[in-house]
């Protein structure tokens, strides 16, 4: 196992299930927290928590930003390639 990357914690089997969409919808493109949670019907807050989660593991980041509604800048999130691990 690589030593940069934490093991994974240990989750509640839904939260398990809800990193595993939120990873399969960032494999076929990048996102927001609000875009992941319409298309997977989840809120917000359990997104955002779930993708921290991601982060710390070294499966997730955000490697741009974008204007949210409001006007402020927005986190887009995306898969880490294996080749650019934990960083």
Do not use: F
Not at 3 to 13: G, L, Q, R, S
Not at 36 to 50: K, P, Q, S
Not at 67 to 74: A, I, L
């Amino acid at each position: 196992m690589n030593a940069m990357i934490p093991p994974p914690k240990t989750h509640h089997p839904l939260a398990t299930q809800d990193m595993r969409r939120i990873l399969a919808y960032l494999h076929q493109n990048p996102g927001t927290t609000a875009e992941i949670a319409r298309a997977l019907r989840l809120t917000i807050n359990r997104v955002n928590g779930l993708l921290l989660d991601l982060r710390a593991q070294g499966r997730v980041h955000a490697p741009s930003c974008t204007m949210g509604s409001k006007g402020s800048t927005v986190n887009v999130w995306a898969c880490r390639g294996p080749e650019e691990g934990a960083k």
